[in-house]
């Protein structure tokens, strides 16, 4: 199946196809799309690499696994290309920004390669590579002071659709922020994207109401620390110190936009969360009642081998200005379990955390060592089996709390978002409450995509609750 990434106006379309695949976080899917929106103009969207003359891996290089989970697609597109010669594939990315010399040379497949820093540089790689007949590497970060936005998207709202594959308009990414300037000794992500570069505050608002004349309902805004996002517009005397700082007042001015959307935000670094950030739940309703706020460990020994810049007691102080704002809000996390030299009571009190906060949900995961990290380097790493346990524990420790959590749910009136229709159920529809949990509603009569209504729980489970519509 193809999917046309022109406006159906067009009398003209691309002849050539492109399929992208996409792995990690959020930031790698609004990626995809701004690299669909650079090849607009000479590919349409194919679902199917095998239809595909251009095929594109977005990387993810957080763990080691989604790595070699690369390397494994590689060896399949391998075996494609050689039956499809005119086949061109890119690898774009974490990866491609760490590893890329070295896959460059050991894995010939590959027609380009190209960081996360050079994505908008895609077009120009494609063209070199078909006129030398040469493999094209672009990584590194360009020496500009603020990303660049699709300015295509930005100037014609009404004219270009670029959805990546399997995602709909209805909720979508708006890039702020990229890099981070912490420097976790666990954490790849400064190698791989960068120091902090944030985008001005008027081009934020243009990509957002792009998305919104597009019948955007929920804006994501997206940064590997959001938080910190204007520090650097700050430095350069690009904008003024205020009161609250630079993401609180694009937060506010955003906020004033007149249409009925919900605007939610991630990730954000503990350490620079700050009060005022968390009083502006209890004021706006289109904030939600749902917040990520990544601890990775319940220790004050692992966080400071981990350079997290805060203590379990002031991440506690965080959780508490949050509930104070709103009492009912919904906390989820991101945990490390196995981290360098982390004994039985560094786990244990990383626990008692989960115990008490009562996440809603969390990502946990075992510690993977990753090159160009200091805690590769650290003694005293953990034994895997005692990772596995670990891991196990905490999650079943979560998911029985996920599910009290649910089921207090039962019977409760929610105002849910309605994102996609099932694929599986005939007339079932999913969207997400102000507290981001998932909901399913069965609805024959009218089609629900896009619409923002009142619901009944009816029942719950781990992942998912069921809700009959209330009448609007």
């Given at each position: 199946m193809t999917v046309s990434l022109q406006d159906p106006k067009h009398t003209m379309a691309p002849q050539k196809t492109v399929s992208i695949e996409t792995y990690g976080c959020q930031m790698n899917v609004a990626d995809s799309e701004d690299m669909l929106a650079a090849l607009c103009d000479e590919y349409t969207l194919s679902t199917s690499a095998e239809k595909s003359d251009l095929v594109i891996l977005n990387t993810c290089h957080i763990r080691e696994k989604a790595y070699h989970k690369v390397v494994s697609r590689l060896g399949k597109l391998r075996l494609l290309k050689e039956k499809h010669h005119k086949l061109r594939i890119v690898v774009a990315g974490c990866v491609a920004q760490a590893e890329g010399k070295k896959m460059l040379r050991s894995l010939p497949m590959i027609d380009i390669i190209v960081g996360p820093g050079r994505i908008h540089d895609l077009k120009t790689l494609l063209k070199d590579h078909e006129r030398y007949k040469t493999p094209q590497l672009a990584i590194g970060f360009p020496k500009k002071t603020t990303p660049t936005t699709d300015t295509q998207e930005t100037q014609e709202p009404q004219t270009k659709l670029h959805l990546h594959p399997g995602k709909n308009p209805v909720s979508r990414f708006v890039t702020i922020q990229s890099g981070c300037d912490n420097y976790c000794t666990f954490c790849v992500v400064p190698h791989t994207r960068g120091h902090e570069i944030s985008v001005k505050q008027e081009d934020v608002h243009k990509k957002v109401q792009s998305m919104l004349a597009r019948g955007a309902q929920e804006i994501f805004l997206l940064g590997q620390n959001v938080n910190s996002y204007g520090a650097d517009l700050l430095r350069e005397g690009i904008i003024q110190a205020s009161k609250n700082g630079?993401?609180?007042?694009?937060?506010?001015?955003?906020?004033?936009?007149?249409?009925?959307?919900?605007?939610?935000?991630?990730?954000?670094?503990?350490?620079?969360?700050?009060?005022?950030?968390?009083?502006?739940?209890?004021?706006?309703?289109?904030?939600?009642?749902?917040?990520?706020?990544?601890?990775?460990?319940?220790?004050?020994?692992?966080?400071?081998?981990?350079?997290?810049?805060?203590?379990?007691?002031?991440?506690?102080?965080?959780?508490?200005?949050l509930r104070e704002s709103i009492k009912d809000m919904a906390i989820s996390t991101d945990i490390i379990v196995g981290f360098p030299g982390e004994s039985d009571d560094d786990f244990d009190a990383t626990y008692a955390m989960v115990q008490e906060v009562q996440y809603s949900f969390i990502y946990a995961f075992r510690y993977s060592p990753r090159n160009h990290t200091p805690a590769k380097r650290f003694a005293h790493q953990v034994d895997e089996d005692i990772k596995a346990k670990r891991l196990l524990a905490l999650q079943q420790l979560q998911d029985s709390i996920t599910c009290k959590l649910n089921e207090k749910e039962i019977g409760q009136t929610r105002e849910v978002l309605f994102l996609y229709p099932s694929s599986k159920e005939k007339h079932a529809y999913y969207g997400r409450t102000e507290h981001f949990r998932l909901v399913k509603v069965v609805s024959p009569k009218q089609p629900l995509t896009g619409k923002i209504l009142p619901v009944n729980i009816i029942k719950a489970s781990k992942t998912t609750l069921e809700a009959q519509l209330l009448s609007t």
């Open positions: 630079p993401f609180y007042d694009l937060l506010t001015s955003l906020l004033k936009i007149d249409h009925h959307f919900r605007l939610r935000f991630t990730t954000s670094n503990p350490h620079d969360f700050t009060y005022p950030l968390s009083q502006l739940f209890r004021h706006h309703q289109r904030l939600g009642k749902y917040y990520h706020l990544p601890v990775q460990s319940g220790s004050a020994h692992i966080l400071q081998a981990m350079k997290r810049k805060v203590t379990p007691s002031e991440y506690m102080e965080k959780i508490s200005w």
